[in-house]
């Protein structure tokens, strides 16, 4: 069964720094992995979505490596801004699997 | 492109009543749409798979006669907690993926939160 952890529960960083969020998984037969952001009392935001064949993708100041063999991605986010402050998660789709697998999520605090 | 809609964004019954949530695809057709649960901060738990014109397929643990699910088109399911309970008070949230290309990835809707009271 495949468990996704992310590293850390929670962050609070100063306005303006580059930060890293870990997203880990047991089982590394994944289709893809998706990043989401979650703001409070609200849906998904699809952020980045990698592909198993890929090794990263971005989109503007953030920017998502995966390495599948290893179990890992990691999402970087530049010059951090108090607009960014919110859940992240990490998501993974399993081959021969439908359904999105979550990970915990990290809470971001960027204080201004 | 690929929006999902989700209705209504809050509600809040009396423990013994249903109540009906609504997950529509705007702009494509979804053979397959997921229902999710969220507790306050944890994270995402899929409820069921909800297949357009078949029965849903709910996981384990989750009892398919409270969370009644109805996907009668392609581009609506219906998730109804029935005989709502202060315990099921949650966060609910849909997705879906436009068929034959999970290569975009899932777009979920904005969440419904039910209070029981």
């Known amino acids: 069964k495949q468990e996704v952890t992310q590293i850390p529960a929670a962050l609070s960083v100063p306005e303006g720094e580059n930060l890293v969020l870990n997203c880990s998984f047991t089982?590394?037969?994944?289709?893809?992995l998706q990043w989401f952001r979650q703001d409070p009392g609200k849906g998904l935001t699809s952020l980045l979505l990698i592909q198993s064949s890929q090794r990263e993708q971005t989109s503007g100041r953030l920017n998502a490596s995966l390495d599948k063999s290893s179990g890992r991605s990691t999402l970087y986010i530049a010059a951090s801004q108090p607009g960014d402050s919110a859940t992240y998660l990490c998501a993974v789709l399993n081959t021969g699997r439908r359904a999105l697998t979550f990970g915990s999520g990290t809470r971001l605090q960027v204080q201004p | 492109g690929a929006v999902v809609s989700q209705h209504p964004s809050w509600v809040i019954c009396k423990s013994g009543t249903s109540v009906k949530i609504e997950c529509r695809s705007l702009?494509?057709?979804?053979?397959?749409m997921f229902w999710y649960r969220q507790f306050p901060k944890q994270s995402l738990m899929l409820m069921a798979t909800s297949n357009e014109g078949s029965k849903a397929t709910y996981e384990q643990g989750v009892e398919k006669d409270k969370f009644l699910i109805n996907h009668a088109s392609l581009t609506l399911s219906t998730l109804t907690v029935t005989s709502a309970h202060p315990e099921d008070s949650s966060f609910y949230i849909c997705s879906a993926s436009p068929p034959r290309d999970r290569a975009y990835g899932y777009t979920f809707g904005s969440g419904t939160r039910l209070t029981v009271v």
């Open positions: 089982d590394s037969a994944i289709y893809n």
């Open positions: 702009d494509f057709q979804a053979t397959t």
